[in-house]
């Protein structure tokens, strides 16, 4: 999953790494720097691993607001996990300016909401 979505990145004109400094995902185009989390349904429980990936991007934004600086929160594209994700509130993940995509199993990717 982390793959797909960094390639589809990479088709938008983003230069991505993977596995940096504990993200799965730090991509960088025009001047503006992307921290994206994947979880994919790894546990019984999806809510989880979305509370852990939101989590770990909270403890990467910077101290002081940057509009070059933006994170993505990125979830399998099945039932269980959207809903996982979409569970926490849209108006908070809108105030830590954090996006919300989906893969599904053949790589596609759609935006949930939210803009990177």
Known sequence: MARDFAGWLSSQGW???????FVDIVAEKDGHLLYAE???A????PGLDVDTAIGQLVRRMPSEPD????????V??????????????QRVLDLLGMAL????????????FGRI
């Open 67 to 74: 509009q070059a600086v933006s994170f993505a929160l990125v």
């Open 15 to 21: 230069v991505v790494r993977t596995e940096v400094d």
């Open 38 to 40: 994947v979880k994919g």
């Open 42 to 45: 790894s546990t019984a429980e």
């Open 101 to 112: 995509y989906a893969v599904d199993e053949d790589g596609g990717v759609r935006q949930i």
């Open 76 to 89: 399998r594209d099945e039932r269980r996990s959207v809903e996982a994700a979409v569970r926490a509130p």
